[in-house]
């Protein structure tokens, strides 16, 4: 116990919040602070993403120019999903369908999934072991349908600047669903910069499309926002234990992101250099953001039996 303080939350802790106004009126919220300068924000109506993300008073994640937007306005059409896509440092996409609008196995899927714009169900937190813990539970389902649970967990240190989330996906139904899922991982200004240094540790880099191929000798260089810029995407693979890190030598802070290649097999780098939408993605996950057509196409897309659970681990150290 630390006699010098009367509540925890001097220092560290988790608050409950609720956004009031524009379109993320009422929206919760948890504040999140382990007291070495490690703060974010959990939206628990959003799939308990975390949106802002701060390290020491610098931040580290891009927020999209519609800000905080409430799941009653997702839009599932088209590329409605783009009008309600906060970014933040994480969205997760699924939970059986990422990346392209499409149409598959006669059912027609919206970008990226709507797993980002359910509500969980229920959460906890509590403070253990000089580590914060939150769990939340996000559920995935409809009638005549796939039936599938999210549990998620962060863990969050008291001692260091690291952050764990473990996520478990389980088929609670009687039918074998596809299952996709990325983690939308989103680094902005000040942490991203024209200085910044980036390293990924695969061993090979495609780029998705002949735009992406023109710029792939730099596709690790950061420039300054540019008006007009067109996003380019390459897909890194890894032989076992994937690392990527960046680092502005501006701020003196950086951010290091670790999983295993062979939980989360693809691994996409989106970079966005773009004036008001200036964004280096990072996004690990079991496919790549093509639609699922493509992945079944390729052969490459995962299914999920009933009573089948899948794990993935994602962790984070924050430097600075």
Known sequence: MNKYIGHPAQIYGVEEMRLTGGKGDGMRMLYVRNGKGLEFWVSLDRCADITRLSLKGDNFSFISACGNVSPNYYDKEGL??????????????????????????????????????????????????????????????RIFSHKLILEREYVVSLDENKLTMTDTVKNIGS?????????????????LSEDTEIK???VEVIPRNEHAKTGLADCLKVESPQADYEEMCYYHNFSETAEVSMYNPNIKKGMKMIFDANELKCFTQWKMMGEYDYVMGFEPGNCIPDGRDVMREKGMLEFIKPDESKTQTLKFEFLG
């Open 200 to 202: 990924i540790s695969s």
């Open 175 to 191: 039918s074998v669903a596809p299952y996709e899922i990325l983690y939308h991982c989103n680094m902005g200004y000040p942490l």
């Open 80 to 141: 409605g999903f783009l009008k309600s896509f906060t970014a933040g440092f994480c969205t997760t996409c699924g939970l059986t369908a990422v990346g392209n609008p499409c149409t598959d196995d006669g059912e027609q899927l919206p970008l990226h999934g709507t797993i980002s714009n359910i509500p969980c169900e229920n959460f906890a937190y509590s403070i253990e072991d000089n580590n914060i813990y939150i769990r939340a539970t996000v559920r995935d389902a």
